[in-house]
């Protein structure tokens, strides 16, 4: 059995206590927050975890084997530092940390002491994420030449992170995973319209070239009147629609492209010939992504399994964030990323 302190019950993190109580392998013995009023309403539901206004409360149990941090940004890392310089395993909330070199620390202190770090990026446990991970790896889909990114919504407005940091971890994360690279060159714009003072970019549009020279545009918004969670992937053989927000039918593959003909004698001869065949959904199935994370950040610790979303994965992720940022300042200059670092 697994004895687990979860720090943070604001917005996520009674989902991650629901699901790790849930999981038979696990004991939730004690969760904080410095808010009393979230502190009591969700410790309500947990009577036998302690309920404490300090985190290291958590950290210096000795009885404590693992700590889930779900918490503004800007606390990953020293809350994080905190965690795994008292021995224990570590479950962080996406985005890793407020900058990739808070990440290589954390890395190298888990490294140090033999910890596991897993990041919570959460849609790499999707069952349609894993569907379309699948079909790319059959080649159902061809080589993936670009793909189309929407994540908008209206509201909520980050006050310590742009829309960029906020929503563009789900993203990067997923896409790093479906291509198995991380990008070469990024290159965004961003303006702030309702945070103007502050300077909180609250939409943005992401372009990542990516080593097998596909592109992927990500447009991200806490500004518009729809909430869209879409993903379209063009390739050279089939396209596919990832809509998230569907209750149904997540997954659509369209049997669509473009094909020159083979043989042509002159310039005025060659055709492009447009294909508009079958749209096919595939069975998707309806777990919970939550649940299935949970289970493997056990799995991991147990040694079962290698993490997914482990904190080499997560610095990636915030690399790329903090080059997205850097070329969103530049207005718009592409930022080239060292690879392997």
Known sequence: ?????????????PNLIRNFHN????????????????????????PNATQTADHRDIVNDP???????????????????????????????????????????????????????????????APAVRKIKALMADGDLGDIYYVSITRVNLGIFQKDVNVVWDLAPHDVAMLNHLFGANPTVVSATGRSYVQVEKGIEDVAFVTLEYPGRQIAHIHVS??????????????SRKMLVYDDVSPTEKIKVYDKGVEIQP?????????????????????????????????????????????????QQGLEVVEVLEKACQSIKDDGQPVELVQGI
């Open 23 to 46: 999981n038979p392998e696990v004991e939730i013995v004690a969760i904080a927050d410095i808010d009393s009023d979230r502190l009591t309403r969700v410790g309500g539901l947990y």
């Open 222 to 235: 806490w500004l518009d009147p729809n909430k869209i969670r879409q993903m379209t992937f063009v390739g």
């Open 1 to 13: 059995m697994i004895k687990m302190g979860v720090i943070g019950c604001g917005y996520w993190g």
């Open 263 to 311: 043989h042509y004698d002159s310039f005025g001869e060659f055709q492009l010939q447009l294909r508009s065949g079958d749209i096919f959904s595939p069975r998707v199935d309806m777990a919970e992504p939550l649940k299935i994370e949970a289970q493997h950040f056990v799995d991991v610790i147990k040694g079962d399994a290698e993490a997914i979303t482990s904190g």
């Open 63 to 125: 009885s404590v084997d693992a700590v889930v941090v779900a918490t503004p940004v800007s606390s990953h890392y020293p809350l994080g530092m905190d965690v795994l310089q008292s021995g224990k395993h570590l479950f962080l909330e996406k985005p890793m940390a407020a900058s990739a070199e808070e990440c290589r620390r954390l890395n190298d202190a888990a490294d140090k002491g033999g910890l596991v770090i897993m990041v919570g990026h959460t849609f790499l446990f």
